[in-house]
C-alpha cells in the first residue's frame, strides 16, 4: 500500500516505522511547507498534522478521491462539513481522536460505567488528561470523546476546563514533559472514588491503530470510526 503521510511531526515518524514494518511505501512526507505532491500516487492519506491544516489535509484528499485516515486532534467544529464532503465525493474516511486498540476498549468501558452510574446521586464524575508540552490543543480529543461518552448516557450535558457547574464534566488537563497520553475519569462520592485510567508507554499504539485503519479502509467508501475498524460492539 502506498501512503501518503499528511504531518511529518512525532506521529507521523512512528507511523512511517510501523508502516514500512508492515511492507508498505511511503510517497508523501508532508510538513507545514510542503505541497502535496506525491498525493496522486497514494492508496490511502494518514494526516497527524496540527490542528489549523486537518481541514484542508482532509478537503484535499476527499478532492482528490484518495481515502483519508484522520488523528489530529483540535479541528471537531469543522467535522460535520468534513462527512458531508466526503458524502458529497463519494469518498472515504476515519477520524479518530484516539487509534489505540487500548483506549478504544476503554472509551467502551467509560461508556459502561457512565451508565451504570447515571441513577447513582452519591457520585460526581470528573476527569484528567496528562500529555507533553508541545500538545496545541486542550482537552485532549481522547478527554473530549470520553466526555461526549458520559454525557450521552447520563444526565451531565457538557464538560468545561475550569468553574464546572453542576452538569458539567470537569476535566484537567496538565501539560508535563514526555507524557504521552494519559487520561482518567472518576467518579467522587463523599466516601469513595471510582477511577478508570488509561496510560499510554509511547506512541506505538497510536501508530499501529492509525496503519491498521488505513489497511482496513481500502477499497470502502463512507465515514467510519475506530469502533467499526476494530469491530467493536
Ligand atoms: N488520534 C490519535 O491517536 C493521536 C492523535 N495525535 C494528534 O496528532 C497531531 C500531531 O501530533 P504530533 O505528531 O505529536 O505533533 P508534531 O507537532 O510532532 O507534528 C505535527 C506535524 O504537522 C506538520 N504540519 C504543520 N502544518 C502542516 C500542514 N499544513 N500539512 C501537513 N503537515 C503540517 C508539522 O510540520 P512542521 O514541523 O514543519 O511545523 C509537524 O511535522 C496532534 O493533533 C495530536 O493531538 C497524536 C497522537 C495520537
Ligand atoms: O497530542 C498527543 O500527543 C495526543 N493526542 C491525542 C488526543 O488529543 O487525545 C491522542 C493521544 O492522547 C496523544
Known sequence: ???A???YGKMGKVIEKIALERGHEIVLRKSAEDTFEGLEQADVAIDFSIPDA??????TCLDNNIPIISGTTGWLDSYDKMVALCQEK???FIYGSNFSLGVNIFFQLNDYLAKMMSNIREYKVSMEEIHHT???DAPSGTAITLAKGIIENSDYSSWALENAKEDEILIDAKRIENVPGTHSVF???????IEIKHIAHSREGFALGAVVAAEWILGKKGVYTMKDVLNLT
Do not use: E, R
Request: proline share 0%; hydrophobic share 45%.
Open 1 to 3: 500500500m502506498k501512503i
Open 90 to 92: 463519494n469518498g472515504a
Open 5 to 7: 503521510l499528511l504531518g
Open 134 to 136: 508541545q500538545k496545541l
Open 54 to 59: 486537518a481541514v484542508s489535509n482532509i478537503s
Open 187 to 193: 467518579y467522587n462520592s463523599a466516601v469513595d472514588t
